[in-house]
């Protein structure tokens, strides 16, 4: 069993779900909520080791509001952000604020998530650019 904890906060229950899902069934303890201020709540009760977040969450607390205050609060927290709506001048926002990574939804290679998580969580691969490639030793296969 890991001791890591991850804050998982996406408004989309399919999605969000399976990644608490995916998480939890790896050893990582994990919390899941659908807002930015849920996320925000759980943040001020307690420490996490990594938050996932989208950018894109319903509510007045934004997935860069919600990735501002985590680092204010543990500037040591590693944060991935992962949306929909991509381009490069939100993925260079998302770096410049301290995110450890910004991924593209869809997910299509959910080893190379497993990895990329745990190479974060234990340090390594910090303010990289937008991931779109996917290493050939990964079979494709698309999370909701």
Same mark, same amino acid.
């Given at each position: 069993?890991r001791?890591?904890? /991850?804050l &998982?906060?996406d408004?989309? =229950? ?5 990644? @608490? ?5 790896? $050893?990582y303890r ?14 001020k009760e ?16 934004s997935?860069l509001?919600l ?9 040591e /927290?590693? &944060?991935?952000?992962?949306? =929909?709506?991509t381009?490069?001048?939100? @993925?260079?926002e998302?770096?410049?604020? $301290?995110a ?14 497993l990895?990329?998580t745990k190479g974060?969580?234990?340090g ?6 937008t991931?779109r490639?996917?290493p ?9």
């Amino acid at each position: 069993m890991r001791n890591e904890k /991850i804050l &998982v906060v996406d408004d989309d =229950a399919t999605f969000r779900n399976f990644m @608490a899902d995916l998480l939890s069934g790896e $050893g990582y303890r994990t919390t899941s909520v659908m807002s930015g201020e849920e996320g925000l709540q759980k943040l001020k009760e307690e420490r996490y080791d990594l938050a996932f977040l989208d950018l894109n969450l319903a509510g007045w607390v934004s997935g860069l509001d919600l990735l501002r205050e985590a680092r204010r609060l543990y500037p040591e /927290i590693k &944060v991935i952000v992962c949306s =929909a709506l991509t381009d490069k001048g939100t @993925a260079q926002e998302v770096l410049r604020l $301290g995110a450890a990574k910004f991924i593209e939804k869809p997910i299509e290679a959910l080893g190379w998530f497993l990895d990329t998580t745990k190479g974060i969580l234990k340090g390594g691969l910090l303010g990289e650019e937008t991931d779109r490639s996917i290493p050939e030793r990964d079979a494709k296969q698309d999370c909701p």
